[in-house]
C-alpha cells in the first residue's frame, strides 16, 4: 500500500484537468469571473506534466465586445500551451460560437445548437410618434457619423447604408477570426447567420465530436487525470 506521502506525490505527478464553467449572458458579463478563473488556473498548470483545460459552455451569445473579451481570455489557455476542449452544453451561436472556436476540441452534447456566425443591430424608432405629439428631440454632434440610427432621428439612407456597412466590418472580423481558429472551417458556407444542431453542426465541422462534458471528464478520469473544479469565489 502507498504511505500518504508517496499517494500525494503520485497525485502531483498526474496530468490535472482544470474543469470552468461559461453560462453567458447578452453582455458577457461573466468574462470578468473568467478572466480571475484563467488567471487562477494558469499559475497552477503545468504544460510538461500534460495539463489540461476543460469549458462547459452555454450561451446564445451578445455583445461583440464582452464575447471579444471572454474568447480572448481563452487565448490566454493556448497561449500557455494548455489543451483546451471546450463542451457545448446547450448552445454556442453568435459570441458563444467565438469563444468555442478558440478550442483545440469543440465537443458538443448531440441536440446542442450551434453557429450563428452573423451580426445584427437593431434598435426602435419613435421619430414619427415624436412628430405627431409635436415633440422635437435636438441631438448637436460633431463628426458626420457620430449618430446614425437612435430612437428619436429621422432614419436617412445615408444612415442606414453606414450603419449597414458598420455591421459588415464586424462580420468580416468575426469570420477572420473564427476561421483563423478552425483553419479546416468552410467559413463561407457557414457564417450565414443560421444554426445547426448536433450531427448537421458535425458534417459542417463546426464540432470535432458528439459527447456530453460528462462523458468528457469520465474519459479523462479513466486516463488517470487528476480533475479540478475552477470557480472564483466571491
Known amino acids: 500500500a502507498l504511505n500518504p506521502e508517496t499517494d500525494q506525490n503520485s497525485k502531483i505527478k498526474k496530468k490535472h484537468v482544470f474543469v470552468l464553467n461559461f453560462f453567458g449572458d447578452v453582455r458577457a458579463s461573466q468574462a470578468e469571473q473568467l478572466r480571475e478563473e484563467v488567471t487562477g488556473l494558469l499559475r497552477s498548470a503545468k504544460k510538461e506534466r500534460g495539463d489540461e483545460v476543460v469549458l462547459r459552455l452555454n450561451t446564445g451569445g451578445g455583445t461583440v465586445t464582452g464575447y471579444g473579451l471572454a474568447a480572448a481570455q481563452l487565448m490566454r489557455i493556448k497561449d500557455a500551451g494548455l489543451k483546451l476542449t471546450i463542451c457545448v452544453e446547450q448552445v454556442a451561436a453568435s459570441g458563444g460560437y467565438m469563444m468555442a472556436c478558440v478550442?483545440?476540441?469543440?465537443?458538443?452534447?448531440?441536440?446542442?445548437?450551434?453557429?450563428?456566425?452573423?451580426?445584427?443591430?437593431?434598435?426602435?424608432?419613435?421619430?414619427?410618434?415624436?412628430?405627431?405629439?409635436?415633440?422635437?428631440?435636438?441631438?448637436?454632434?460633431?463628426?458626420?457619423?457620430?449618430?446614425?440610427l437612435t430612437p428619436t432621428k429621422k432614419v436617412t439612407e445615408e444612415d442606414l447604408e453606414k450603419s449597414k456597412k458598420d455591421i459588415e466590418d464586424v462580420l468580416v472580423l468575426?469570420?477572420?477570426?473564427?476561421?483563423?481558429?478552425?483553419?479546416?472551417?468552410?467559413?463561407?458556407?457557414?457564417?450565414?447567420?443560421?444554426?445547426?444542431?448536433g450531427k448537421d453542426a458535425l458534417s459542417r465541422n463546426l464540432v470535432d465530436k458528439l459527447k456530453t462534458s460528462d462523458d468528457v471528464l469520465l474519459d479523462l478520469l479513466s486516463a488517470g487525470a487528476e480533475i479540478f473544479s475552477v470557480q472564483l469565489k466571491q
Open 103 to 148: 478550442a483545440d476540441e469543440i465537443v458538443a452534447s448531440p441536440f446542442a445548437v450551434l453557429g450563428s456566425i452573423g451580426v445584427i443591430s437593431e434598435q426602435p424608432n419613435v421619430y414619427e410618434r415624436l412628430q405627431r405629439e409635436g415633440i422635437e428631440f435636438q441631438t448637436v454632434t460633431a463628426g458626420k457619423f457620430k449618430r446614425t
Open 174 to 197: 468575426f469570420k477572420g477570426f473564427v476561421a483563423e481558429n478552425r483553419p479546416t472551417l468552410d467559413i463561407d458556407n457557414v457564417a450565414t447567420g443560421e444554426t445547426w444542431f
